[in-house]
């Protein structure tokens, strides 16, 4: 049940009777918090002797209770989209692929395009989908539906027409036109190769996108998300103020924009951290590589079975210098998409020149995925102080299958989260959303358990990279408030700091952690105010 406008203060609220992780060293546990406003203003035995008669109280019934969950990865414009779109994650065939797409187009009006879908080839054994699949299915609809990972996207032929990409094209830098044996496009466009066709199709309206959000958000609340780090467009900030302004905002924003908007922000003093509890900007998204899943992630040594294939660099390491250097004199932190060992490697050599020329300053790089390291460059996040921002739930995605692409060897430092915690290495967990599920416990428990979900990794995938419950609620709550400059506001359960919790109709710490991703939320607060309630729980 949604509660309208978290955003205006609340009166007193004592959370009582509950088994409370802080995610603070100082007090790891406690039974008791109380809340004046949007803060917390006292914790255990304290709580209750200051609460007022007139406080509204909580009974959480001996349940579990930890910080608000931050989310430091999402697409949340589009994961919010895409609830509505064609929903293809979890096609297990070819056929059900194209029944789903046909079956969309006739609820769609004539000419309406369709997009996202999520689709995941490896579902039904590797095949990449062509058009020829769609064209018939979708007729009078331009089609341009994208793999999960977001790094490639499947285009009908007449979405081929319309981005004038015929039989001559050419592959732009960074991305791949995939063709047939006679030339002829498949309708397979990899990384930069889909800018083509994204300016073509129609941008939803405000209204629209409006009332996706707010879909959005009641899922966020649902799976005790209370922030998120998101990879925002420079259209979505405004969005957001305008649903803080008419207090719809149920999630607290820190948007990451992309690299051409350093002149712009720097232009009015925009630095790392601006802006209030609500909504914040300064961080600044470029892309390295592409993805594991589309081939295009960047390896030092080539793709098993494609002698010739070592990935895709959006662009040259001067280029990627150049825009990051600049970004990083105007005081704004650099959230970094890197996948393949190469990739990482090459923007860690970029810090470096950074760091050597540019003026020192609390700078929190960020390395978004993170997901092949080279074992050299774990020695080199942690004496750059890099934090690896990555996304537990993609491993046990990427586990069924990742073998294939790059073989034994270099699965050893596969999502090496173990690793990197031992090399004193910050951690910090998100989802990606769109690209995997919003919700935190299932990232919880793919951390601690590394099962894949064909379930052929009972034990765990590369399991001596499992890390404890404890380590991976930290990577979700005082990690990630670290990460983005707000580890004086929240992250955890301490007097002062934002009244951000998530109770838990099951306790972590006391069930088999096997079952984590089975454990549903009860109570998501956030500010001091409730924000989902599960029916079970109270209505």
Same mark, same amino acid.
């Given at each position: 049940?949604?509660?309208?406008?978290?955003?205006?203060?609340?009166?007193?609220?004592?959370?009582?009777?509950? #088994?409370?992780?802080?995610?603070?060293?100082?007090?790891?546990?406690?039974?008791?918090?109380?809340?004046?406003?949007?803060?917390? &203003?006292?914790?255990?035995?304290?709580?209750?002797?200051?609460?007022? +008669?007139?406080?509204?109280?909580?009974?959480?019934?001996?349940?579990?209770?930890?910080?608000?969950?931050?989310?430091?990865?999402?697409?949340?414009?589009?994961?919010?989209?895409?609830?509505?779109?064609?929903? !293809?994650?979890?096609? +297990? $065939?070819?056929?059900?692929?194209?029944?789903?797409?046909?079956?969309?187009?006739?609820? !769609?009006?004539?000419?309406?395009?369709?997009?996202?879908?999520?689709?995941?080839?490896?579902?039904?054994?590797?095949? @990449?989908?062509?058009?020829?699949?769609?064209?018939?299915?979708?007729?009078?609809?331009?089609?341009?539906?994208?793999?999960?990972?977001?790094?490639?996207?499947?285009?009908?032929?007449?979405?081929?027409?319309?981005?004038?990409?015929?039989?001559? &094209?050419?592959?732009?830098?960074?991305?791949?036109?995939?063709?047939?044996?006679?030339?002829?496009?498949?309708?397979?466009?990899?990384?930069?190769?889909?800018?083509?066709?994204? *300016?073509?199709?129609?941008?939803?309206?405000?209204?629209?996108?409006? #009332?996706?959000?707010?879909?959005?958000?009641?899922?966020?609340?649902?799976?005790?998300?209370?922030?998120?780090?998101?990879?925002?467009? *420079?259209?979505?900030?405004?969005?957001?103020?305008?649903? =803080?302004?008419?207090?719809?905002?149920?999630? #607290?924003?820190?948007?990451?924009? *992309?690299?051409?908007?350093?002149?712009? @922000?720097?232009?009015?003093?925009?630095?790392?951290?601006?802006?209030?509890?609500?909504?914040?900007?300064?961080?600044?998204?470029?892309?390295?590589?592409?993805?594991?899943?589309?081939?295009?992630?960047?390896?030092?040594?080539?793709?098993?079975?494609?002698?010739?294939?070592?990935?895709?660099?959006?662009?040259?390491?001067?280029?990627?210098?150049?825009? !990051?250097?600049?970004?990083?004199?105007?005081?704004?932190?650099?959230?970094?998409?890197?996948?393949?060992?190469?990739?990482?490697?090459?923007?860690?050599?970029?810090?470096?020149?950074?760091?050597?020329?540019?003026?020192?300053?609390?700078?929190?790089?960020?390395? /978004?995925?993170?997901?092949?390291?080279?074992?050299?460059?774990?020695?080199?996040?942690?004496? !750059?102080?890099?934090?690896?921002?990555?996304?537990?739930?993609?491993?046990?995605?990427?586990?069924?299958?990742?073998? +294939?692409?790059?073989?034994?060897?270099? =699965?050893?430092?596969?999502?090496?989260?173990?690793?990197?915690?031992?090399? %004193?290495?910050? @951690?910090?967990?998100?989802?990606?959303?769109?690209?995997?599920?919003?919700?935190?416990?299932?990232?919880?428990?793919?951390?601690?358990?590394?099962?894949?979900?064909?379930?052929?990794?009972?034990?765990?995938?590369?399991?001596?990279?499992?890390?404890?419950?404890?380590?991976?609620?930290?990577?979700?709550?005082?990690?990630?408030?670290? $990460?983005?400059?707000?580890?004086?506001?929240?992250?955890?359960?301490?007097? %002062?700091?934002?009244?951000?919790?998530?109770?838990?109709? +099951?306790?972590?710490? #006391?069930?088999?952690?096997? /079952?984590?991703?089975?454990?549903?939320?009860?109570?998501?607060?956030?500010?001091?105010?409730?924000?989902?309630?599960?029916?079970?729980?109270?209505?």
């Amino acid at each position: 049940v949604m509660t309208p406008s978290p955003q205006s203060a609340a009166g007193w609220l004592l959370l009582e009777n509950g #088994r409370f992780w802080t995610a603070d060293s100082s007090m790891p546990w406690t039974d008791a918090v109380l809340v004046f406003g949007e803060r917390i &203003a006292a914790l255990g035995g304290e709580a209750r002797e200051r609460a007022p +008669r007139s406080a509204e109280r909580i009974d959480l019934g001996g349940r579990l209770a930890v910080p608000g969950f931050i989310d430091s990865h999402t697409h949340f414009r589009a994961g919010s989209l895409g609830m509505a779109a064609v929903q !293809l994650r979890d096609a +297990r $065939s070819p056929e059900e692929f194209i029944r789903r797409i046909r079956d969309h187009a006739a609820a !769609l009006p004539p000419g309406a395009w369709i997009t996202e879908g999520n689709w995941d080839h490896e579902n039904w054994g590797g095949e @990449l989908p062509t058009r020829a699949w769609i064209d018939s299915a979708a007729a009078g609809h331009p089609v341009f539906v994208s793999r999960l990972d977001g790094h490639m996207a499947l285009a009908s032929s007449e979405a081929l027409r319309i981005a004038g990409i015929g039989p001559g &094209a050419a592959d732009p830098p960074g991305g791949t036109i995939v063709k047939d044996t006679a030339g002829q496009p498949t309708g397979m466009l990899k990384d930069a190769a889909m800018d083509a066709v994204w *300016p073509r199709v129609p941008e939803p309206s405000e209204p629209q996108v409006l #009332r996706a959000l707010d879909a959005g958000l009641a899922y966020a609340a649902s799976e005790g998300v209370t922030s998120i780090q998101d990879m925002c467009s *420079p259209r979505d900030p405004p969005l957001f103020a305008r649903l =803080l302004r008419e207090g719809r905002l149920t999630v #607290r924003v820190y948007c990451r924009e *992309p690299v051409e908007r350093v002149p712009e @922000l720097a232009a009015v003093g925009v630095t790392a951290g601006f802006g209030g509890p609500w909504l914040k900007l300064g961080s600044i998204k470029m892309f390295v590589d592409g993805s594991l899943g589309s081939s295009t992630a960047a390896f030092f040594e080539p793709f098993e079975g494609e002698p010739e294939n070592r990935g895709l660099e959006m662009q040259s390491a001067e280029e990627l210098y150049r825009a !990051l250097a600049a970004a990083d004199r105007a005081r704004l932190q650099l959230s970094v998409h890197a996948i393949g060992d190469r990739a990482i490697s090459d923007l860690l050599d970029v810090f470096e020149r950074i760091r050597a020329g540019n003026a020192t300053w609390d700078r929190r790089w960020r390395i /978004e995925h993170a997901q092949h390291i080279a074992p050299k460059d774990f020695a080199r996040f942690r004496d !750059l102080a890099v934090v690896a921002s990555m996304q537990p739930y993609h491993l046990i995605d990427d586990g069924r299958w990742a073998e +294939r692409r790059i073989g034994r060897e270099r =699965l050893a430092t596969a999502y090496a989260f173990r690793t990197l915690l031992d090399a %004193g290495v910050r @951690l910090t967990f998100g989802s990606d959303w769109f690209v995997a599920p919003l919700s935190p416990l299932r990232g919880i428990h793919a951390a601690v358990t590394r099962r894949t979900l064909d379930g052929a990794n009972p034990g765990g995938w590369v399991p001596e990279q499992k890390i404890s419950l404890e380590e991976a609620l930290t990577a979700y709550t005082a990690t990630a408030a670290w $990460s983005a400059f707000e580890e004086a506001e929240k992250g955890r359960l301490a007097p %002062g700091l934002l009244a951000d919790a998530v109770v838990l109709e +099951r306790d972590l710490f #006391r069930i088999p952690p096997e /079952e984590i991703a089975d454990v549903r939320v009860a109570l998501t607060i956030v500010g001091g105010r409730v924000a989902f309630r599960s029916t079970p729980y109270g209505g």
